[in-house]
């Protein structure tokens, strides 16, 4: 009688099922606000807010599933520290393309470069493909959706109001200010600015109002350079 020999026993991790990729058009947004992000703070904060980035960043990767990088994305929940990697390096990329700069990262299989000053012509792009870490990775990806959406990719600003300086995905082409807020700001400047002389000769006559209620109508007013005689 022939007997049936079991399954020997793995010691391999399931792949698990790839996920559907992000929309294209939801990427660059969303990598702005990645790149914002505190991966400390959120394991500290709401129980799913963690999961949920991590969940967003394997739909962005868009990892096969037999791929090596995916047992370092399971690890970002663990170990947060190696997602502030992830997104800091993310940042420094999307802060060249705000100031349309040179970009470049080094790693062991080769180097990703960027020159945000020639994006939407030939000769801006430099890329390894072969990845040897899940930074290297997120920077090749990320590189490549820039390319790949260079209307969206100029939409990158960084904020014009002086004391903010943020990096913004601007909602028109010609948004120069990440917020009502910064932009209320430089209004306010230029209007002060335009109307000094004008606010400082309604300040005059005020105090020259206030003095002759309290002294009479002849009284002297001394301002920083000379007097001033009423009559």
């Known amino acids: 009688m022939s007997t049936m020999r079991k399954p020997e026993a793995s010691n391999r991790t399931p792949a698990e099922a790839r996920l559907d990729p992000m929309d294209k058009g939801r990427i ?45 994305v399971r690890d970002l929940e663990k170990n947060p520290a190696r997602l502030q990697t992830v997104i800091d390096k993310v940042a420094e990329l999307l802060e060249a393309v705000a100031d349309r700069k040179r970009f470049q990262a080094e790693y062991a299989a080769g180097s990703v470069v960027l020159d945000a000053a020639k994006l939407g012509t030939e000769g801006g792009r430099a890329l390894s493909y072969r990845d040897a870490r899940l930074v290297d990775a997120a920077l090749r990806v990320a590189i490549d959706d820039i390319y790949e959406d260079v209307e969206s990719a100029l939409r990158i600003q960084r904020c014009r109001e002086p004391e903010c300086s943020k990096v913004f995905y601007a909602e028109r082409k010609n948004q120069m200010y990440c917020s009502h807020r910064c932009a209320n700001r430089v209004a306010s400047r230029a209007y002060r600015g335009t109307h000094a002389k004008e606010r400082a000769e309604r300040e005059r006559a005020r105090y020259e109002r206030k003095m002759r209620a309290r002294t009479g109508p002849r009284i002297k007013i001394k301002t920083r350079s000379k007097q001033h005689f009423l009559r």
Do not use: V
């Open 28 to 72: 660059l947004p969303w990598l702005l606000g990645f790149s914002t992000t505190d991966a400390m703070a959120l394991t500290k904060g709401r129980p799913g807010d963690l999961p949920n980035l991590i969940y967003e960043m394997r739909q962005w990767l868009d990892l096969e599933p037999d791929e090596p990088l995916n047992e370092d």
